[in-house]
């Protein structure tokens, strides 16, 4: 029995350092303004808005990041001449917009899209 129990012990740090290797967070500046901001931003570069959707995602709190995750309204926007765009998530508590993620080359991948 005392085998059993130190395999099973073995067999569980195992499974957990090798499941706390799997993730990792990263860290990448990320800039927030209000809507006047993001509104002009998006008219100078002609984006338009193509798609959104809700996105669960981990916030920061005082002590470090949140174990409750917060759902967010993220939008994507896009000029379809010059194929630049601009990926955002609103922040409603704090009247924020920022974004995520911005840059060219934008495709729409599928035969039906």
């Known amino acids: 029995m005392k085998t059993l129990i130190t395999i099973l012990a073995l067999f569980t740090a195992v499974a957990v350092y090798t499941d706390a290797k799997a993730l990792q967070w990263q860290e990448k500046p990320v800039v927030c303004m209000v809507k006047e901001v993001l509104d002009a931003g998006l008219k100078e570069r002609g984006e338009i808005l193509i798609s959104g ?27 379809p001449i010059t194929k630049t765009y601009t990926i955002v998530e609103y922040h409603p508590g704090y009247e924020s917009y920022c974004l995520i993620s911005y840059g060219q080359d934008w495709k729409i991948i599928g035969e039906n899209l």
Do not use: A, F, H, M
Request: glycine share 8%; proline share 7%.
């Open 53 to 79: 959707g809700v996105q669960e995602t981990t916030v920061r709190e005082v002590d470090g990041l949140s174990t409750i995750p917060v759902w967010l309204p993220v939008s994507v926007y896009t000029n």
